[in-house]
């Protein structure tokens, strides 16, 4: 059983700056991929960025150069960093997790979420 903590979410004042930390507790036999993905009321999830074991990101166009994704491989945590915040990315942010739990099967896994709200 894996399961992801997501810590760091709250209130922040537009183009303000906020940091969200996701760990990973349980065994997993290799992790490929790590995130974090976004769900605004009314609206679908959506990317906001991805790291690879490798490091290699993948961010929205609408964060690129605001938002910062890191990751910890050797203690399984994922962080991200935002800047400038603007009032629309008030959402649920939810850890993603994509990997081999145990070989040769693939395991997607997301976190409770944690809300960030953007407002004055």
């Known amino acids: 059983q894996v399961d992801l903590v997501e810590s760091g979410g709250g209130l922040v004042q537009p183009g303000g700056s906020l940091s969200l930390s996701c760990g990973v507790s349980g065994s997993i036999f290799h992790i490929v991929a790590m995130g974090w993905y976004r769900q605004a009321p009314g609206k679908e999830r959506e990317l906001v960025a991805t790291?690879?074991?490798?490091?290699?990101?993948n961010y929205a166009d609408s964060v690129r150069g605001r938002f910062t994704i890191s990751r910890n491989n050797a203690e399984n945590t994922v962080h991200l960093e935002m800047n400038s915040l603007k009032p629309e990315e008030t959402a649920v942010y939810y850890c993603?997790?994509?990997?081999?739990?145990?070989?040769?099967?693939?395991?997607?896994?997301w976190g409770q979420g944690t809300q960030v709200t953007v407002s004055s």
């Open positions: 993603n997790l994509r990997g081999y739990d145990v070989p040769s099967h693939w395991s997607d896994y």
């Open positions: 790291i690879t074991s490798g490091h290699s990101t």
